[in-house]
């Protein structure tokens, strides 16, 4: 990709192929940038990614508490039911959401792009791995003390759940910010596009920007990139203690 995004654009199929072009191009990434409105595009793609993983995180910590520290009749058939969602494919729901958000006009809205994907079974069913995890003896302390169950849940819970929080955080900001289908049939406006949008339009019936194309998509992945180096260590004790390590 990167190799691609250096290369003079009537190089990018030259045979036989090399790691590098006859002359190394930097402007192509100013080209790619300047090309579109490609800063609108990441400013798009940050605002849904950010608080759709802020809305995540807290609704899944919110369930996965319910889920793993209070106990009430059915608990366990109800969590069933909810994990049940995971197999429903997302081309199975594109049509009635799409209808939902029409009919509330949030058609080309930031509340089209994130709320529909804000409430997720994975994101409860890792932090309930994770909570069922921690010591009764705290919650039990914490209550004798005179906390009421927000108290222990906000004070005690959260703290200790950083890790796979953090974790949850991480994905969900990847799936938001490398979402294509939906954003694709729900956005029409160029100015509320987001990055997987607008690489899809290097590609067009004028021809394929390969080099553009590529430099854009290496510019796109650094923000990702970026998170996922600052949090690893944290990202790694999560998955671990969460189940999803493979213990």
Same mark, same amino acid.
């Given at each position: ?16 192929p ?17 090309? %579109? =409105?490609?800063g ?5 793609? *940050?605002? /849904?990614? $950010?608080?759709?993983?802020?809305? !995540?995180? @807290? ?69 309930r ?28 819970? %959260? =703290? ?7 974790? *949850?955080? /991480?994905? $969900?900001?990847?799936?938001?910010? !490398?979402? @294509? ?27 394929n ?34 189940g999803?390590?493979?213990?």
């Amino acid at each position: 990709m990167v190799s691609t995004a250096l290369k003079p654009a009537d190089e990018v199929f030259a045979s036989p192929p090399s790691l590098i072009g006859s002359a190394i191009q930097f402007h192509n990434f100013a080209d790619a940038w300047n090309y %579109l =409105p490609f800063g609108k595009f990441m400013i798009n793609g *940050l605002i /849904v990614a $950010t608080i759709g993983t802020i809305l !995540n995180v @807290f609704t899944s910590a919110l369930a996965a508490y319910a889920f793993s520290r209070i106990n009430w009749k059915g608990r366990s058939k109800a969590f069933f039911l909810y994990l049940m969602t995971l197999m429903v494919p997302q081309e199975v729901l594109i049509v009635p959401m799409f209808i939902m958000m029409q009919k509330l006009g949030w058609v080309n809205s930031y509340y089209a792009l994130i709320l529909p994907w804000a409430f997720t079974a994975f994101g409860t069913f890792l932090l309930r791995q994770f909570m069922l995890t921690l010591p009764d003896e705290l919650e039990e302390a914490a209550t004798i003390d005179g906390a009421s169950k927000f108290r222990v849940f906000t004070q005690i819970i %959260l =703290p200790l759940a950083a890790p796979a929080m953090l974790t *949850l955080g /991480v994905f $969900t900001f990847i799936g938001y910010w !490398n979402s @294509f289908l939906w954003p694709l049939l729900i956005i029409s406006d160029v100015n509320m596009a987001t990055v997987p949008l607008g690489l899809n339009m290097f590609m067009g019936q004028t021809g394929n920007q390969w080099n553009m194309l590529m430099a854009a998509s290496t510019i796109s992945v650094l923000p990702a990139a970026i998170l996922v180096a600052l949090v690893q260590k944290y990202l790694v004790s999560g998955i671990a203690l969460s189940g999803l390590g493979g213990r």
